[in-house]
C-alpha cells in the first residue's frame, strides 16, 4: 500500500496525535473483539460456525457461512462505525499508517500469500477481481487472450468484455477431454500447444468447479517458462485459496485473483488480486480508487499520476461495507493459527473418502481426478439415470445440501471442507448408494 494521507502531508506528530479521533476508539474495537479461540482439533473449528444443524452442508464453497472470529470481527468494526461513523471510517482509511486499516487487512493477506502487503489489491468477489485485471490489460487490436473451455462465466465474460473494448480477440481451448484422466504433461502439452504468436495473456482456473480438477499451476508456469518468457498468467484461484497448501506469492502466475468467501471462511463481499510491483505497473486502473496518495495528490493538483500503477490504485474506491473489508483479516489470522498444511490436509483426506466411497458405486461416474495432487476440495460426479439437479434435490430430501456446476455441462458436486466429518462423509456416500438405486 502506498501513503496514507497523513504521511503524505506530513502532519507533525504532536497534531497527529490531537486527530480529532476520540482516543481509544480502536483500542475500544480491539477490546470488544473477542481473543481468537482454541482451534486445535477439528472439532473445534467446527464449533465456530453456526451452520443449521439439521443438515450435512457439501456447498460451504459456494459462499462462506462467517465463523465466530470474522463474525465478532465485523461485529466489532460495525460497531465502532454505527457509534462514529465519520471519525472511524476517515482514521481508519485516510490517516496515520498504525490506524490504517485497508493496510492492515493487506498485511494479513500478504503474509498467507508468502507476498508483500503493497502487492494486495482489495476486491470484493473473484468476479470484480478478474474483470479488473483484464480489463487493465494493455491490449491492442490484434492481441489475443487466450484462456480455457473449462474457466467460469466470471472469467469468461472479462476476457470477453475487456478483449471486446480494446479490439482485441479472445480463444477458448480445452486441457482435457475428460478431466478425471489428465495428467499434468497432458495439461501442458495442449497449453503449449494453445499459445500462438498473439497470445499477450493466458486466463487459467486453479480448482475447476466445473470438474473439480486442480491444475497443476506451479508445473504449468514452469513449463511455459522454461521455454521463453511466456505471455502474462491471470490465475483465478478462489477454489485453491484456503484449500491448497501453497505459496501464492512464488506460484509463477502473473496475477492471482480470488474470492477470500469460499475456502478462505473471509466476510461476504471480500476478494483481492496479487501481482508483484512490475505487474502491476503494466496495468492501467479502471475505477478510482481511495487508498493510492498519488491518485488523490495528481486529482488535486489536476495532472496525471506521476508514479508507476500498483495494488492501491486498482483497488476500487468508494465507500464499501468497510466492517466486512476489515474482517477479512480475521480469517486469514484464523487459516494461519489452523495451519495452511493442516488445513489442506483435512480437506484432502475428507475428499479422498468420498471418492473412495463413491468409486465403490458402479452407478456413480466421477469427473474429478482420484489424486489428491490433481484436485482438491471439489467432486464433481453423475448418477447413471438422473439429472445432477435431480440428484442434488434427492440428496436435500435427505438434509444433505449438494450443489450443481453451473457450466454448459453440468455435473453434481459435493464438497468436502472444514464444516464436515468424516460421518458425514459416509453418510453422503451411502445418500448417493441410495438414490443410485
Ligand atoms: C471458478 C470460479 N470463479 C469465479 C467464481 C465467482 O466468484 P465470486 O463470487 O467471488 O465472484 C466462482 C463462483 O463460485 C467460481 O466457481
Redo the contacts with the bound molecule.
Keep these: 500500500m502506498s501513503l496514507t494521507r497523513r504521511e503524505f502531508l506530513a502532519v507533525p506528530a504532536a497534531l497527529a496525535a490531537g486527530s480529532m479521533l476520540p482516543a481509544g476508539l480502536f483500542a475500544a474495537v480491539v477490546s470488544e473483539t473477542p481473543a481468537m479461540p482454541d482451534l486445535s482439533d477439528w472439532g473445534k473449528v467446527r464449533a465456530q460456525f453456526v451452520l443449521d444443524p439439521a443438515y450435512s452442508h457439501f456447498a460451504s464453497?459456494?459462499?462462506s457461512s462467517h465463523p465466530a472470529p470474522v463474525r465478532d470481527a465485523i461485529e466489532a468494526y460495525r460497531r465502532a462505525i454505527d457509534r462514529n461513523p465519520f471519525l472511524t471510517v476517515e482514521q481508519a482509511m485516510f490517516e496515520d499508517v498504525e490506524h490504517n486499516l485497508p493496510i492492515k487487512v493487506a498485511t494479513e493477506i500478504a503474509d498467507y500469500l508468502g507476498g508483500r502487503a503493497q502487492d494486495v489489491c482489495l476486491t470484493r468477489?473473484?468476479?470484480?477481481s478478474?474483470a479488473l485485471v483484464y480489463h487493465g490489460l494493455p491490449l491492442k487490436p490484434g492481441d489475443e487472450v487466450l484462456c480455457t473451455t473449462h474457466?467460469?462465466y466470471?472469467?469468461h465474460e472479462s476476457i470477453r468484455l475487456a478483449t471486446a473494448r480494446a479490439g482485441a480477440t479472445m480463444r477458448k481451448v480445452p486441457l482435457f477431454e475428460d478431466a478425471a484422466q489428465a495428467t499434468t504433461e497432458s495439461i501442458i502439452a495442449r497449453l503449449r500447444q494453445a499459445i500462438g504468436p498473439k497470445t499477450k495473456a493466458i486466463g487459467l482456473?486453479w480448482v475447476?468447479?466445473s470438474s473439480g480438477i486442480r491444475l497443476p499451476v506451479r508445473e504449468i508456469t514452469a513449463a511455459l517458462r522454461a521455454s521463453g518468457e511466456p505471455p502474462l498468467i491471470i490465475l483465478?484461484g478462489?477454489?485453491g485459496l484456503g484449500s491448497v497448501d501453497e505459496t501464492v506469492a512464488t506460484m509463477g502466475v502473473d496475477f492471482f485473483c480470488a474470492?477470500t468467501?469460499?475456502w478462505m471462511l473471509g466476510p461476504r463481499g471480500t476478494?483481492l488480486v496479487w501481482a508483484n510491483a512490475q505487474r502491476w505497473a503494466q496495468l492501467r486502473p479502471t475505477i478510482p480508487n481511495f487508498t493510492d496518495m498519488e491518485s488523490y495528490e495528481a486529482w488535486m493538483a489536476d495532472r496525471e499520476p506521476a508514479t508507476p500503477n500498483n495494488a492501491a490504485r486498482m483497488a476500487p474506491g468508494g465507500f464499501h461495507a468497510f466492517e466486512h473489508q476489515w474482517g477479512a483479516a480475521a480469517a486469514f489470522r484464523m487459516h494461519r493459527q489452523m495451519g495452511k498444511a493442516k488445513v489442506a490436509a483435512r480437506i484432502r483426506s475428507l475428499n479422498d473418502q468420498l471418492k473412495e466411497g463413491l468409486a465403490k458405486n458402479p452407478k456413480v461416474r466421477m469427473h474429478t481426478p482420484r489424486s489428491g495432487d490433481l484436485s482438491a476440495g471439489l467432486v464433481a460426479f453423475e448418477v447413471d439415470g438422473l439429472k445432477p439437479n435431480e440428484v442434488v434435490q434427492q440428496l436435500l430430501a435427505r438434509n444433505i445440501i449438494a450443489s450443481t456446476s453451473p457450466y454448459a455441462i453440468t455435473y453434481a458436486r459435493l464438497a468436502p471442507s472444514l464444516v464436515n466429518t468424516p460421518e458425514e462423509v459416509d453418510k453422503a456416500v451411502k445418500a448417493v448408494r441410495e438414490i443410485s438405486g
Design positions: 464453497f459456494f459462499i468477489s473473484t468476479t470484480e478478474l474457466d467460469h466470471s472469467h482456473t475447476h468447479s483465478d478462489v477454489h474470492g468467501h469460499k476478494a
